[in-house]
């Protein structure tokens, strides 16, 4: 069975910096793509990011560009996300999932592209 387990949310203000951490079990980490998606309330799970085994390509969604950074270590079957210069419209639920592919197709950002899925963790960035 898959396990996906997401942790490192939390609540930061403007401005602040979170990691979050998504420990996987249950696939070949190392040769599956994964991906950072984010819900906010009323609206649709969207990707904010897709990386490849190794970290050979990291696609990112226009919104995070430039201040977030997403990285893997394949040896402790675990993807990050670093997140910097948060802003109030980050707050959301945030989910790794895990692709049945190992490079970043052109409809990565929608959530029906991808297999497996965590829990997720809040984060949430005050005004």
């Known amino acids: 069975q898959v396990y996906l387990v997401e942790s490192g949310g939390g609540l930061v203000e403007t401005g602040g910096s979170l990691r979050l951490s998504c420990t996987v079990s249950?696939?070949?980490?190392?040769?599956?793509?994964m991906g950072w998606f984010r819900q906010a309330p009323g609206k649709f799970r969207l990707g904010i990011s897709c990386?490849?085994?190794?970290?050979?390509?990291?696609g990112y969604a226009d919104s995070v560009r430039g201040r977030f950074t997403s990285s893997r270590d394949d040896a402790k079957n675990t993807l990050y996300l670093q997140m910097d210069n948060l802003k109030p419209e980050d707050t959301a639920m945030y989910y790794c999932a895990a692709g049945g592919f190992n490079y970043c197709p052109e409809s990565w950002p929608l959530k029906t592209e991808w297999v497996d899925w965590g829990r997720g963790t809040q984060v949430t960035v005050s005004s």
């Open positions: 990386i490849t085994p190794k970290g050979a390509v990291i």
């Open positions: 249950g696939l070949l980490f190392g040769e599956t793509t």
